[in-house]
């Protein structure tokens, strides 16, 4: 099978059929080439992913989720207007997690771990040198599906 160019499933050139990925909670679909980026949480390779058809890494290892910033405001704004059924209340933010220190998979440097200041109760760990932003599992899926007028 091999990757669509541009697109978020594979194709088999010997029967013509198609796979699509399907998606976490985080709306994440795992592409699974390997890159040379490493998971700033377990320090295992990263795979390329899908979200909502914007470009990111994927952790196969603690399924976190890494992509520029501006993927980022476009899957958020995207995946919010789109979200079904009724908001959830987001849970309260777990500031032990602010104490972390996490490098960045493209510099390494230190990325800077603050609360998300939209939605959602979580905190992130941005890269202010590579406009990077590092989710944690279900991190996502918190921003998406947390009250708002900007939802559906």
Known sequence: MRLVQGRDY?????CLSFYFPTENRDHVRVLGETTSLDCPVCRTPLV???VAGGHAW???????VLMDQATFVFVVRYLRSRAPGSPEP???????????ETGCPNCGGRMDTHPYYGP????VDVCPRC???WLDYCELGS????PGRDRR
């Not at 994927?58 to 976190?64: A, I, Y």
Request: aromatic share 2%; proline share 5%; net charge positive.
């Open 143 to 146: 921003i998406i599906d947390a």
């Open 131 to 133: 406009a990077l932003i």
């Open 90 to 100: 987001p849970k309260p933010l777990n500031r032990a997690e602010l104490g972390r």
């Open 10 to 14: 594979f194709a088999c050139d010997h």
């Open 58 to 64: 994927h952790c196969r290892t603690c399924r976190g």
């Open 48 to 50: 390329t992913a899908s």
């Open 120 to 123: 959602g109760n979580v905190v």
